[in-house]
């Protein structure tokens, strides 16, 4: 037998396995559940796309039912940022991503694991909440500076579903009632910013009727490429936060030149450019600043709230479509309502991995770096999702002769969901407090002796003159 035959018998071999591996994980769907009751929300006034959706199934078969699945119609594994789960009265549900016997390979699918199963002839009733990214494209993409910013949203008209399901309706909310156009399955009609579709009724398993909607969005179309976030703990009561933030605005591009006179006299509120937007800090952040890589930017206002500080930041020019800026901002907490020292001696931090930068917004890379305090031992760490654990680093810092451990970590596709406590428990002796105390004595001490030694000795080559002779 030649090599080449040989190799091809064993790709033929690898390629059966891993689709006997595929098979054998894969969800097979319940042709028992059917949906009885299926109402959605579908808010576009942002750029983020808002699904909500209450879902009454029912077990028509013989035999108790456990789980629901919750699919969506198109490959959507870059564009679902978030989704959550809830029974009736608000009990989260676990759902996790499955792959499904008999359906494509572009649809993706959430198994929901259901509080307690669903008796033969009994209804359940869930609740879902789902949040996309990218999923608006600017329509046309290049417009002027004047120009208003059209989008495009491509969905489904049904709720697509491996069930059968009986009764539908989806309302979707537009930012305005500057509707170019929309698709008009009927029954369809349209109210102020609400385009109500439905209701459907009888309608079968992976069905797909597509939904289009063009219309004015001049929401801020503002997103975080890139979010570096750094918390250095401190044993002396202080947290220290930094934030290096990259920003682009993302909606339509700016077609032609800029003009800097008609942008001063457009007094228009509705424009798709960015001024300025809010943060929020927290209520006991102090020494805030904000600068990018030219200095301080003194364009910035700080209002503290009851329960926050809110800070409006201003780059130092508008943002319009293509058009991206970056900085740093940075700030200082306590450490009490953050850190916690456990009857065992254990120490718990809890800080957000994640943290409020703008309303709506749509982060693609974070990367969070905790620096912990000098000596610590028995690191645990626990997320509130799942993250990609970067391997930890060490840093220096003043007077730092043995490092700080640094835990690391990265996600993509985050928005304000995400916005989540990170819970790190870790040992750490009392006696490390003295420890930069006694750096700096030491320090200090041999300054002086060196001092001293300098003072008192003499260094220099010619002879003092009561040594002269005569």
Same mark, same amino acid.
């Given at each position: 037998?030649? /090599?080449?035959?040989?190799?091809?018998?064993?790709?033929?071999?690898?390629?059966?396995?891993?689709?006997?591996?595929?098979?054998?994980?894969?969800?097979?769907?319940?042709?028992?559940?059917?949906?009885?009751?299926?109402?959605?929300?579908?808010?576009?006034?942002?750029?983020?796309?808002?699904?909500?959706?209450?879902?009454?199934?029912?077990?028509?078969?013989?035999?108790?039912?456990?789980?629901?699945?919750?699919?969506?119609?198109? !490959?959507?594994?870059?564009?679902?940022?978030?989704?959550?789960?809830?029974?009736?009265?608000?009990?989260?549900?676990?759902?996790?991503?499955?792959?499904?016997?008999?359906?494509?390979?572009?649809?993706?699918?959430?198994?929901?694991?259901?509080?307690?199963?669903?008796?033969?002839?009994?209804?359940?009733?869930?609740?879902?909440?789902?949040?996309?990214?990218?999923?608006?494209?600017?329509?046309?993409?290049?417009?002027?500076?004047?120009?208003?910013?059209?989008?495009?949203?491509?969905?489904?008209?049904?709720?697509?579903?491996?069930?059968?399901?009986?009764?539908?309706?989806?309302?979707?909310l537009v930012s305005s009632r500057a509707v170019e156009t929309y698709s008009k399955l009927k029954p369809v009609s349209q109210?102020?910013?609400?385009?109500?579709?439905?209701?459907?009724?009888?309608?079968?398993?992976?069905?797909?009727?597509?939904?289009?909607?063009?219309?004015?969005?001049?929401?801020?179309?503002?997103?975080?490429?890139?979010?570096?976030?750094?918390?250095?703990?401190?044993?002396?009561?202080?947290?220290?936060?930094?934030?290096?933030?990259?920003?682009?605005?993302?909606?339509?591009?700016?077609?032609?030149?800029?003009?800097?006179?008609?942008?001063?006299?457009?007094?228009?509120?509705?424009?798709?450019?960015?001024?300025?937007?809010?943060?929020?800090?927290? *209520?006991?952040?102090?020494?805030?600043?904000?600068?990018?890589?030219?200095?301080?930017?003194?364009?910035?206002? #700080?209002?503290?709230?009851?329960?926050?500080?809110?800070?409006?930041?201003?780059?130092?020019?508008?943002?319009?479509?293509?058009?991206?800026?970056?900085?740093?901002?940075?700030?200082?907490?306590?450490?009490?309502?953050?850190?916690?020292?456990?009857?065992?001696?254990?120490?718990?931090?809890?800080?957000?991995? @994640?943290?409020?930068?703008?309303?709506?917004?749509a982060v693609e890379e974070l990367e969070t770096n905790i620096v912990l305090?000098?000596?610590?031992?028995?690191?645990? #760490?626990?997320?509130?999702?799942?993250?990609?654990?970067?391997?930890?680093?060490?840093?220096?810092?003043?007077? !730092?002769?043995?490092?700080?451990?640094?835990?690391? *970590?990265?996600?993509?596709?985050?928005?304000?969901?995400?916005?989540?406590?990170?819970?790190?428990?870790?040992?750490?002796?009392?006696?490390? @407090?003295?420890?930069?105390?006694?750096?700096?004595?030491?320090?200090?001490?041999?300054?002086?002796?060196?001092?001293?030694?300098?003072?008192?000795? !003499?260094?220099?080559?010619?002879?003092? /003159?009561? *040594?002269?002779?005569?």
């Open positions: 037998m030649s /090599e080449n035959k040989k190799i091809e018998i064993m790709w033929k071999i690898l390629i059966f396995c891993l689709f006997f591996t595929v098979i054998n994980s894969a969800e097979v769907v319940n042709k028992n559940v059917i949906n009885r009751k299926v109402v959605r929300s579908i808010d576009l006034n942002s750029q983020l796309v808002k699904i909500s959706g209450t879902i009454t199934l029912e077990n028509a078969g013989k035999e108790a039912v456990g789980n629901y699945l919750i699919g969506f119609e198109r !490959d959507l594994q870059g564009s679902i940022a978030y989704i959550t789960v809830q029974d009736s009265l608000k009990t989260p549900l676990k759902a996790g991503r499955v792959a499904v016997v008999g359906a494509g390979t572009t649809e993706v699918f959430y198994n929901v694991q259901l509080k307690s199963n669903v008796e033969p002839g009994k209804t359940a009733t869930i609740l879902y909440e789902v949040v996309l990214t990218k999923a608006l494209p600017p329509y046309p993409s290049s417009i002027t500076q004047k120009e208003k910013q059209l989008v495009r949203y491509f969905g489904n008209h049904y709720f697509y579903s491996p069930y059968y399901t009986e009764y539908q309706k989806t309302d979707v109210t102020d910013s609400t385009i109500s579709y439905g209701p459907y009724e009888k309608v079968p398993a992976y069905s797909i009727d597509h939904m289009t909607i063009h219309y004015e969005n001049n929401a801020p179309f503002l997103t975080v490429t890139r979010l570096e976030r750094t918390i250095e703990v401190s044993h002396w009561g202080n947290i220290a936060i930094e934030e290096a933030i990259e920003i682009k605005h993302t909606g339509a591009k700016l077609k032609g030149p800029f003009s800097r006179y008609d942008y001063q006299r457009d007094t228009s509120s509705n424009h798709h450019s960015i001024k300025s937007y809010k943060t929020v800090l927290p *209520a006991l952040a102090h020494s805030i600043y904000y600068r990018d890589m030219n200095g301080n930017i003194s364009t910035s206002s #700080v209002k503290p709230k009851k329960d926050y500080i809110e800070l409006e930041l201003r780059p130092r020019f508008p943002l319009f479509g293509g058009w991206q800026s970056s900085y740093i901002l940075g700030y200082s907490v306590p450490s009490y309502p953050y850190l916690f020292r456990k009857s065992n001696g254990e120490f718990v931090l809890n800080v957000r991995l @994640l943290d409020h930068v703008f309303d709506d917004m305090p000098v000596g610590v031992s028995n690191i645990k #760490v626990k997320t509130p999702y799942e993250v990609k654990r970067l391997p930890d680093g060490v840093a220096y810092k003043y007077l !730092d002769n043995i490092g700080r451990t640094v835990i690391r *970590a990265s996600k993509s596709n985050l928005v304000e969901q995400h916005i989540q406590d990170i819970e790190i428990t870790y040992g750490w002796p009392s006696h490390m @407090l003295l420890h930069e105390p006694v750096l700096v004595s030491i320090a200090l001490f041999l300054t002086f002796i060196i001092v001293i030694i300098y003072v008192r000795l !003499d260094f220099s080559i010619r002879k003092p /003159e009561h *040594a002269k002779k005569d």
